[in-house]
């Protein structure tokens, strides 16, 4: 197998970062869809749907990740939960997940942005949206991505 490229995506329906190597943990790929965008009543907002996701560029900076958006400007984030942040619940699919709100400035930041009200949630350490039985019968866990890390 030859691999071309290797993407990592932070936050869910953003634009991607392209990497010449990534560290692995439990949930795949370090960092790969923690981050993701959420309405009023915690479903989650998809490029499908809001295609203005896609122009919100990641970058990791240090112990931060940091977003940014012509038309929002730039968005800092720590790297795990934000100290004081309000637990949430929200959706991927059919999935309930417990997820942590990155607080009112990457809400604002992404309703300027999207131009609609919505707000950034993280999945913390703590979270576990199982795979698929049918297909990983030894178990494991997924981030917030569509199906599998």
Same mark, same amino acid.
């Given at each position: 197998?030859?691999?071309?490229?290797?993407?990592?995506?932070?936050?869910?329906?953003?634009?991607?970062?392209?990497? @010449?190597?990534?560290?692995?943990?439990?949930?795949?790929?370090?960092?790969? =869809? =923690?981050?993701?965008?959420? @309405?009023?009543?915690?479903?989650?907002?998809?490029? =499908?749907?809001? !295609?203005?996701?896609?122009?919100?560029?990641?970058?990791?900076?240090?112990?931060?990740?940091?977003?940014?958006?012509?038309?929002?400007?730039?968005?800092?984030?720590?790297?795990?939960?934000?100290?004081?942040?309000?637990?949430? =619940?929200?959706?991927?699919?059919?999935?309930?997940?417990?997820? /942590? @709100?990155?607080?009112?400035?990457?809400?604002?930041?992404? /309703?300027?942005?999207?131009?609609?009200?919505?707000?950034?949630?993280?999945?913390?350490? /703590?979270?576990?949206? !199982?795979? !698929?039985?049918?297909?990983?019968?030894?178990?494991?866990?997924?981030?917030?991505? @569509?199906?599998?890390?």
């Amino acid at each position: 197998m030859v691999i071309d490229s290797l993407w990592v995506y932070p936050l869910k329906g953003g634009a991607g970062m392209r990497v @010449d190597e990534w560290e692995l943990d439990s949930f795949g790929p370090v960092h790969d =869809r =923690r981050w993701m965008v959420v @309405d009023g009543n915690g479903g989650f907002l998809s490029q =499908r749907g809001d !295609p203005m996701l896609g122009q919100v560029v990641p970058a990791l900076e240090a112990d931060q990740l940091v977003l940014r958006s012509a038309s929002a400007g730039e968005l800092r984030l720590p790297l795990g939960p934000a100290a004081g942040g309000e637990a949430a =619940r929200v959706r991927v699919w059919a999935d309930e997940v417990a997820a /942590t @709100d990155c607080g009112g400035d990457a809400a604002a930041f992404m /309703t300027r942005h999207l131009g609609r009200e919505a707000r950034v949630v993280y999945m913390p350490e /703590t979270a576990v949206r !199982p795979l !698929p039985e049918a297909y990983a019968p030894h178990g494991g866990r997924v981030s917030f991505a @569509d199906a599998f890390p």
